[in-house]
């Protein structure tokens, strides 16, 4: 039987380039995800990166969709460092593949099922084996690699329906960004669990792809490690997305900091 978790106090958020960020830890993230979960509640979880900043500058719909979820870690150094530019001295980082054993620790322990969609098949398996050898209390009830293709009404309804049935709830999403984050608002409300965004964090745990050396994640290097790895997949997202980043949220920092003296305000 679950057991009830308290929720943390709330959070500090602020706006990068209009998406909005949430200043948080894995502690405080992962105690409201279970809470949420052992009530019932359909909720969306998305983890900040500037990938996801810039799809959400670019594209109007999808700023929505970021902006209505229930919380936005901010999963990324560069969003870590904007908070801090932004008035929040302490944000840390909350990062996808860190958070995830983090909550599947957490869940274990208070008896929450949870359940794993997206990645390849052999993926999605070597994580599973993974999850069940550092976590042999958790409960994972549900478990599915889907196929490529349309989010279709007819799609989304189905999945809903089998994620439902499972009694999974919480659900590790890794469809990738922008695809998770769409996938998750289409189904909040209809499925009775909390749905977390994590990218490529299926990939990372299970091992099908390296991750970049603490050293380097710590300096805000990760994209240039992942970069070298998958340059063909990879290069367009980073050498044109990076740049601009920097360039907008520089005059973003420049400009509030001349409209207020040289402080923020919370995100309401």
Request: proline residues 7%; positive net charge; aromatic residues 6%.
């Amino acid at each position: 039987m679950a057991i009830s978790v308290p929720a943390p106090a709330v959070r500090a958020s602020r706006s990068i380039l209009g998406m909005r960020v949430d200043a948080t830890t894995y502690e405080e993230a992962a105690d409201l995800i279970v809470s949420w979960a052992a009530a019932g509640e359909s909720r969306a979880v998305c983890v900040g990166t500037v990938h996801m900043v810039m799809e959400a500058h670019d594209d109007p719909s999808f700023r929505e969709v970021v902006n209505g979820a229930d919380l936005v870690t901010s999963d990324g150094m560069p969003l870590v460092w904007g908070l801090r530019l932004l008035g929040v001295p302490g944000a840390t980082r909350v990062y996808g593949p860190d958070l995830t054993p983090v909550v599947c620790r957490e869940a274990a322990a208070a008896g929450v099922p949870v359940g794993f969609h997206g990645g390849s098949p052999a993926t999605l398996a070597r994580l599973l084996e993974r999850v069940r050898r550092d976590h042999p209390g958790l409960e994972i009830a549900y478990a599915e690699s889907p196929p490529f293709g349309e989010l279709t009404p007819e799609r989304l309804e189905r999945e809903a329906e089998a994620v439902a049935a499972s009694g999974a709830r919480i659900l590790f999403v890794g469809l990738g960004c922008p695809k998770q984050e769409r996938w998750m608002a289409a189904q909040r409300g209809r499925i009775p669990a909390v749905m977390l965004g994590v990218g490529a964090a299926f990939d990372f745990l299970a091992g099908t792809k390296r991750q970049a050396p603490r050293l380097l994640q710590r300096a805000g290097l990760e994209w240039a490690f992942r970069l070298a790895t998958e340059p063909r997949r990879l290069w367009r997202r980073y050498l044109a997305n990076n740049p601009r980043f920097l360039a907008l949220f520089g005059a973003q920092v420049l400009r509030e900091r001349l409209e207020r003296g040289g402080t923020s305000e919370v995100c309401t």
